[in-house]
């Protein structure tokens, strides 16, 4: 490593403790993972991770526990809080206190901002954030990192739009901070009531060059890349204000009739309607290729912060 951090038990619980630097360097090791994600090894053999899932997840638990048990390791946990102790009334500091016994490591998902950093401020083993409520999510924006680095061979110099619900999308929150260390030009596309929070807009605004818009149809041609949400539904206070904003946006064929010809799209997962199955044969779809990405992005930070790879 060419600068001095060291990812040894390392929290990640936002991309903002991160320079770019750092994340340039998990990318290049998700790179060198690709091979080894394939074959398997046993450079993690004998460590265990734990993944304590208080909200619902299919993509971001399932490849946490892909990226350990390619590198070697083992895993545990819940994906119902349902079940585990919480249940009983056990409070968070606890649970992580009494996990940490059972782990080397511990990815949290977490229905309420600053579960991540409240946990990993208790627990002896690090910390990685898997989604805090509707703050931050950094594992999935080192991914869709990757991604754009894989398919269009650079982040620099792109113009990126993000779509949909940047109010209440943790996904946008943590990408928006990562994309703001890089030479790109953002258009932040929403209802107005669901607009990117006050508090990223302020922190990447004075960094690089953000547009705010309401159309997608508008912005389509000038795009590199377009990043699709979901409208999160379940963090509306007001199902009535969820009524007046649901359907939004479609990406379809038509929306899409005047995109540059190397356009990609990508989409966190899940989708609901927000991008029409026709786009799916498109060569613009990337989103199930993101899926294969979260895998070596995740195995990278594992090695990483258990030590074996410098
Ligand atoms: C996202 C999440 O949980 O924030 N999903 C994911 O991790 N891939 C996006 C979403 O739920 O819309």
Do not use: C
Not at 163 to 178: E, Q
């Amino acid at each position: 490593m060419v600068f001095d951090v060291s990812f040894l038990n390392r929290d990640i619980i936002s991309l903002r403790d991160f320079s770019r630097e750092e994340i340039d360097y998990v990318l290049e090791i998700a790179e060198a993972m690709e091979s080894i994600a394939k074959t398997g090894s046993d450079m993690l053999k004998g460590k265990i991770l734990a993944t304590l899932f208080f909200e619902p997840s299919t993509r971001t638990r399932l490849s946490f526990e892909v990226a350990m048990q390619r590198l070697g390791g083992s895993t545990i946990g819940f994906a119902e809080a349902e079940i585990a102790s919480v249940k009983k009334g056990e409070n968070l500091a606890d649970t992580v206190r009494v996990v940490q016994n059972y782990a080397d490591v511990i990815a949290l998902r977490h229905p309420l901002e600053g579960a991540a950093r409240l946990a990993a401020e208790f627990a002896d083993v690090p910390v990685i954030n898997a989604g805090s409520g509707a703050e931050e999510h950094p594992t999935q924006a080192l991914l869709d990192l990757y991604t754009i680095r894989k398919e269009k061979n650079r982040i620099d110099g792109l113009n990126v739009a993000l779509v949909g619900d940047l109010r209440y999308g943790r996904t946008v929150h943590s990408l928006a901070y990562a994309l703001s260390m890089y030479n790109v030009k953002l258009f932040l596309v929403s209802p107005e009531s669901l607009r990117m929070r006050e508090e990223v807009l302020r922190s990447i605004k004075d960094k690089i060059d953000v547009e705010e818009r309401a159309s997608v149809e508008e912005i389509v041609p000038e795009v590199d890349v377009l990043y699709v949400t979901r409208i999160q539904r379940e963090r509306f206070p007001d199902p009535a204000e969820y009524a007046k904003v649901k359907g939004s946006y479609k990406i379809n064929l038509e929306v899409l009739k005047n995109a540059k010809e190397d356009l990609i799209i990508l989409h966190p997962l899940p989708r609901v309607d927000e991008i029409s199955a026709e786009v799916d044969n498109t060569p613009y779809a990337k989103y199930f290729q993101q899926v294969w990405n979260g895998i070596v992005v995740r195995m990278a930070l594992l090695a990483l912060i258990l030590g074996v790879v410098k």
